[in-house]
């Protein structure tokens, strides 16, 4: 009496279809019954055939390896249900024989014992991949022509959810989760960090790997443009969508341009990375090798964690974060200054900003100008696509690129206006920042922390446990601070108990920086603006 192992398969999609494997194994049941067949064990699939990565398939090749000679067949229904990639099964069939094992489909029995029979098993196995291969064909039109009408039919990206239009079709709508990603979005656009985003985020409740959340800042599905992939006889196309975008172009293209500049700046040094807990790291100098200190968290033997600056280079220097930092503040809450330092600051500030009027009216005819050049080249492209004389991948491409560009100056035009009617409030700030250093730098995010620091102390700046040194602080501020009569009394220099002016490399003098360093200066103290060098005014500051 032979021995057999039945094995019955089903895919999803041929089960939603009326497919039993019920009806399988009766048929199977009934096959060995007539033929005298001794059934060893049983298995049910509902799993693609595509390859043989099946787990119940899995189990009964592990079976056959572990019982050798105690199956010689394996039956099934018809070759389809065994496989649907014909190499694959060729290889599985002769896998099988080296354990002894023969597989036969009942309804479509093929005596193997005569050679030109494994030419119709061959049609056999070869058939199911054709009517895979032929379907996918179907699938991949449809999914592409659904595309090129504008409609997402696959799963909805983060911030969507699939439904069904009043025709039954397959549509996105924004999901209860839309109003994150467009503040995600909005957040990249003013330059915050990806990676403080993600964290922001999880708090929330949405995860975001690094790698989808990139993909997700590149994704112009989130504009209400959809693309349809490159084929053999199609490029790559761009187009709108019937769906509702979560944020507009304009946003878009803001991140993208930002997306574009973070590239050109990538390798930074390990200190440079931000981190809230250690404002100071990659400001401070190593007092022993002059190289910058890093700064890290340490575990300690209880479990819990501490942050420490410390440097990588010669290793002899480690202090706790929260003597570092306490340091600095105090020393920033020594800088006090008088009515008559804050009427010069304004002073200089006013003189300053009548000067960049001139620049700043200048610039916007320029930007202007521009603009409209831009216009009439867009303009003009569209004339030459509706005309036939461009291919749409050329358009589409050249398009993006001015939108970007336009988007660009009409933010740029319109952060000038902005910044000429807010100068008042902005010079008031500005004044307040003044009147307590220590508070707007508590208040201030990381960035515009490290900005103030290095504004304050632009050469090195040491810390030795106890003090801080360096050779000097901005002219500037220093000139503001010595107007107090009380402080020209102290020692020399010293503005503050916690920090010594070196010697060794400067002497004590009182000079008036130039106009761009004064500006720089004003700027780096208010609250709502910073000042750009690369484009020679006034920007927001990136809170």
Request: charged share 30%.
């Amino acid at each position: 009496m032979k021995r057999a192992v039945i094995m019955c398969r089903v895919s999803t999609d041929e089960q939603a279809k009326g497919y039993s494997l019920d009806v399988q194994l009766e048929q199977l049941i009934r096959y060995c019954n007539r033929n005298n067949i001794s059934i060893v064990k049983q298995y049910k699939e509902d799993h693609s055939a595509k390859n043989f990565n099946r787990p119940e398939f899995q189990k009964f090749l592990q079976f056959v390896k572990k019982n050798k000679e105690e199956v010689d067949l394996l039956l099934i229904t018809s070759w389809d249900r065994f496989s649907r990639n014909l190499t694959d099964s060729l290889v599985m069939l002769r896998t099988l024989e080296k354990y002894g094992v023969k597989v036969q489909a009942v309804e479509q029995p093929i005596d193997m014992s005569i050679p030109e029979n494994k030419a119709m098993l061959a049609i056999f196995l070869a058939i199911p991949e054709i009517d895979n291969d032929r379907r996918s064909i179907k699938i991949r039109g449809g999914i592409r022509g659904s595309l090129k009408a504008g409609r997402w039919c696959r799963i909805a990206p983060i911030g969507y959810k699939n439904l069904r239009d009043q025709n039954n079709k397959p549509i996105i709508v924004p999901s209860t989760i839309a109003h994150h990603i467009k503040y995600i979005f909005e957040q990249i656009a003013i330059g915050k960090l990806q990676s403080e985003l993600r964290t922001e985020i999880y708090k929330k409740g949405i995860k975001i790997s690094r790698s989808n959340l990139s993909k997700l800042l590149r994704n112009p599905i989130y504009m209400g443009k959809i693309i349809v992939p490159k084929s053999e006889e199609e490029p790559m196309m761009i187009i709108d969508g019937i769906h509702e975008g979560i944020i507009s172009e304009n946003l878009y293209f803001q991140v993208q341009q930002v997306l574009s500049n973070n590239n050109k700046i990538r390798k930074l040094p390990v200190y440079k990375s931000l981190r809230e807990e250690l404002p100071l790291r990659g400001m401070l100098s190593c007092s022993q090798c002059g190289e910058k200190l890093t700064g890290s968290r340490s575990k300690s033997a209880t479990g819990n964690h501490y942050f420490y600056y410390h440097c990588n280079y010669c290793a002899k220097e480690r202090y706790p974060m929260d003597l570092v930092n306490q340091t600095f503040e105090s020393i920033l809450a020594d800088f006090t200054f008088t009515n008559e330092a804050k009427e010069i600051y304004q002073l200089m500030v006013k003189d300053l900003l009548s000067a960049d009027a001139k620049d700043s009216k200048l610039k916007h005819t320029q930007l202007d100008k521009t603009l409209n050049d831009v216009l009439a080249r867009i303009e003009k492209l569209q004339d030459l696509f509706i005309d036939g004389k461009i291919e749409h991948n050329h358009y589409s491409d050249t398009m993006a690129r001015y939108t970007a560009q336009k988007f660009s100056l009409t933010d740029e035009i319109n952060q000038i206006k902005k910044m000429d009617s807010d100068y008042l409030n902005w010079l008031k700030n500005g004044v307040v920042a003044l009147s307590n250093l220590k508070i707007h730098y508590a208040n201030s995010a990381i960035r515009d922390k490290q900005q103030l620091i290095s504004s304050i102390f632009p050469e090195k700046f040491e810390f030795d446990g106890k003090k801080c040194r360096t050779s000097r602080i901005n002219d500037v501020l220093r000139y503001m601070l010595l107007i107090d009569s009380d402080l020209q009394n102290k020692k020399s220099g010293q503005l503050s108990k916690k920090i010594e002016l070196s010697t060794l490399v400067e002497s004590e003098r009182i000079e008036l920086s130039s106009k761009q360093a004064t500006k720089e200066l004003s700027t780096r103290l208010s609250s709502d603006w910073v000042f750009d060098k690369k484009q020679g005014q006034r920007q927001p500051l990136l809170a």
